[in-house]
């Protein structure tokens, strides 16, 4: 680990102040990523900002929906009765993720900007667009099971690493953000950005930006949700596959479905062709099939990813027929 000044802001507007000032920083909140990558020397910031102490640990209901405070706890957050009742899809998510320890630790927003776990990014010693831009994707032609085949790019074909973001994705979640330049509102679905030729770009979050809470905002039909995790072991690993699933129904007929998808893209992923398919449809076998089809349109596997393609489609079937059940 290289040598760093620690700053430790007392309020949202110190943080900022902080962070305008010193160009090479790192907000630090429950650390369970950015020590990782410190260690490892893939990040070397020559600050790191402690922002445990400002007051964004709460979650509050509003207008139907809730706000979830940057600093809110996974652990938490998980366990939150408005979030089990109302959004069962994000708790399950949530308890999906790591390992009871590191979701004591781990903050929303840091879950939320959590690098991936692509072996060449975290090996210092091998070519990684999105570590040193224009060095070369390791993955490409490299050992690849893990790593995504929707939203790829001959630059990079890295997995987002988040449950809870597939979860969010699913329930059109807004991220709120302030920065020297004010506060904005920025819909999940455009705060990631694609690899495209920058994978370093990983969000559009600018520089001195601090998240400061996620609303997501009221949903019915999100009381029948359900999140499927498909990984190599039970406990503490990411996912090959997952699926968030929300149902709207009537009778065996849908009236409107969120899907989303993780362990498969570059991105959490919102299926928004397999909900069009679901919509005034019954929940029937052929209808599951058709949507997991959609789903995973444009799927492009490498080398030793290929499987990926039906886990992820029967993985969607399962969640969706699992929901489909749930009163």
């Known amino acids: 680990m290289h040598p760093f000044e620690f700053h430790a802001a007392s309020n949202e507007g110190d943080a900022i102040a902080l962070r305008t000032t010193h160009a090479d920083a790192r ?7 950015l020590v990782d990558l410190m260690k490892h020397d893939v990040e070397r910031p020559a600050h790191v900002i402690d922002i445990n102490a400002l ?28 979030v089990r009742d109302r959004f069962p899809v994000l708790s399950q998510a949530l308890l999906a993720g790591a ?4 979701r004591n630790m781990a903050s929303t927003g840091g879950n939320l900007l959590q690098r991936t776990r692509c072996y060449y990014f975290r090996d210092v010693a091998s070519p990684c667009n999105k570590r040193e831009p224009g060095s070369g994707c390791g993955a490409l032609h490299g050992y690849n099971r893990i790593h995504a085949i929707l939203g790829t790019s001959e630059h990079c074909i890295a997995t987002h690493p988040s449950d809870m ?9 807004v991220v709120h953000v302030r920065g020297a330049r004010g506060e904005r509102a920025i819909p999940l679905g455009q705060f990631y950005l694609l690899p495209a030729d920058h994978p370093e770009l990983e969000t559009t979050l600018a520089s ?6 996620v609303h997501v905002p009221a949903l019915d039909f999100a009381r029948r949700s359900l999140y499927l995790k498909v990984r ?27 899907i989303a998808l993780g362990g498969v893209g570059t991105v959490p992923w919102r299926a928004r062709a397999a ?27 490498r080398g030793h990813n290929a499987f990926k393609i039906d886990l992820a489609r029967r993985t969607l079937m399962r969640a969706l027929a699992r929901a489909g059940e749930l009163s």
Do not use: C, K
Not at 165 to 173: I, R
Not at 278 to 296: F, M, V
């Open 165 to 173: 973001a597939v979860a969010l994705m699913a329930l059109d979640a």
């Open 27 to 33: 907000f630090l909140a429950g650390g369970t990523t």
């Open 99 to 102: 390992s009871p320890q590191l």
């Open 232 to 258: 190599d072991r039970a406990s503490y690993a990411f996912a090959l596959a997952s699926a968030a699933v929300a149902l709207d129904m009537t009778g065996g007929t849908i009236r409107d479905a969120r």
């Open 55 to 82: 007051d964004l640990a709460r979650v509050t209901e509003e207008f139907g929906g809730i706000r979830i405070g940057a600093m809110v706890r996974n652990s938490d957050l998980a366990h939150h009765p408005l």
């Open 275 to 301: 909900e069009e398919v679901l919509r005034g449809r019954r929940l029937e076998s052929q209808t599951l099939q058709r949507a997991a089809d959609a789903a995973l349109q444009g799927a492009i596997p």
């Open 208 to 213: 001195d930006e601090l998240i400061v809470s």
